[in-house]
């Protein structure tokens, strides 16, 4: 069963930046779009970002301008550059990846802490 494995998460301090890493444990083929989605305690997962095979991309407002994903095609990794972070963006961030069969893949989620 292939997985997708994230990295790059962990505690920063406000107005600070982390980058996110995501690719998959083995090969998956077809992948259209790529996304990274965020979890509160208490609050339901939503979309953060998300890119597509032609390398559109649509942002949550909340993190519009601040937050920037990229991907790597040949790699199949998918990154989320995170600046001026604040701590609403405090979450366990998941990212997935979104055949064009329709088949999705999760990881199994990294912590952003945003803390003084």
């Known amino acids: 069963q292939v997985q997708l494995v994230e990295s790059g998460g962990g505690l920063v301090q406000p107005g600070g930046s982390l980058r996110l890493s995501c690719a998959p444990s083995?090969?998956?083929?077809?992948?259209?779009?790529m996304g990274w989605y965020r979890q509160a305690p208490g609050k339901q997962r939503e979309l953060v970002a998300i890119?597509?095979?032609?390398?559109?991309?649509t942002y949550a407002d909340s993190v519009k301008g601040r937050f920037t994903i990229s991907r790597d095609n040949a790699r199949n990794t998918v990154f989320l550059q995170m600046n001026s972070l604040k701590p609403e963006d405090s979450a366990v961030y998941y990212c997935?990846?979104?055949?064009?069969?329709?088949?999705?893949?999760w990881g199994q989620g990294t912590q952003v802490t945003v803390s003084s």
């Open positions: 997935n990846f979104r055949t064009y069969y329709s088949r999705n893949y």
């Open positions: 083995g090969s998956i083929i077809d992948i259209n779009a």
């Open positions: 890119i597509i095979s032609g390398g559109k991309t």
